[in-house]
């Protein structure tokens, strides 16, 4: 039989030969640690259909996501907390429980483009997809005036190219926060509003008490002498 030292030397000649990112990025099980720097740099993105850590696939300038519709993929960290494969719909999204994610609703735009440029040769080339619609609202990164993070950037190595990728949103049909029933900023208005005006009046009632205590100070005292001894 062949050696058992031949049949090692064999497997590792055999690993040092197949691409290691995709199982680096496999290796992910959350979207936290799937979209960090350094994962980012190996092409890793996060896929909201199955929850999973994927690699960009394909040759420059065609490229693929494994499957993965393009409304599902992110390589945005920022948007890993309000995760739209859980929160699904405003009441789960827009919630007190969660204020720094926002709910978009639906028909509102994406925007993929990336920038590919060979490293040995320098050619270049450069493919935006077409604009992605989202059918359905989504749970994103934001706060009381507004969706954040709308745009985002990321740089890998995929084959013999050095990619850069960037990825736009841009919300049509508005959104909410913390509620499902005042939309856009006007919540963050009402309470910006409500709490000032609580400061308004607590100083107003701060000053009546002042003011109060000043006039009794100032009032006249009289004092009964019982030992007084009154003349005729």
Not at 13 to 35: E, I, K, N
Not at 78 to 90: A, G, I, K, L, W
Not at 183 to 204: K, N, S
Request: hydrophobic letters at 35%.
């Amino acid at each position: 039989g062949i050696p058992m030292a031949v049949h090692l030397a064999f497997l590792a000649v055999l690993c040092a030969l197949l691409p290691g990112t995709s199982a680096l990025c496999g290796d992910h099980r959350t979207c936290g640690t799937c979209l960090t720097k350094e994962a980012r740099e190996d092409g890793c993105f996060w896929c909201y259909t199955d929850g999973s850590c994927r690699e960009v696939g394909g040759t420059p300038p065609l490229i693929n996501f494994g499957g993965c519709a393009a409304e599902n993929v992110t390589f945005d960290s920022v948007n890993c907390e309000c995760r739209p494969d859980r929160y699904t719909s405003c009441g789960q999204c827009a919630a007190l429980a969660h204020p720094s994610c926002v709910w978009i609703e639906k028909d509102f735009e994406g925007q993929l483009e990336f920038y590919f440029e060979a490293t040995s040769s320098g050619t270049s080339y450069r493919y935006a997809a077409e604009p992605t619609v989202f059918s359905k609202g989504r749970c994103w990164s934001g706060n009381g005036f507004g969706p954040t993070h709308t745009v985002a950037n990321t740089t890998f190595q995929i084959g013999a190219f050095k990619a850069s990728a960037q990825y736009q949103m841009t919300p049509t049909n508005g959104w909410y926060w913390a509620q499902c029933t005042v939309p856009e900023e006007w919540m963050a208005i009402t309470i910006i509003v409500l709490v000032l005006g609580a400061v308004v009046c607590g100083c107003c009632l701060c000053r009546c008490m002042l003011c109060s205590r000043k006039l009794r100070r100032n009032e006249p005292v009289y004092f009964n002498n019982p030992l007084a001894v009154q003349r005729s």
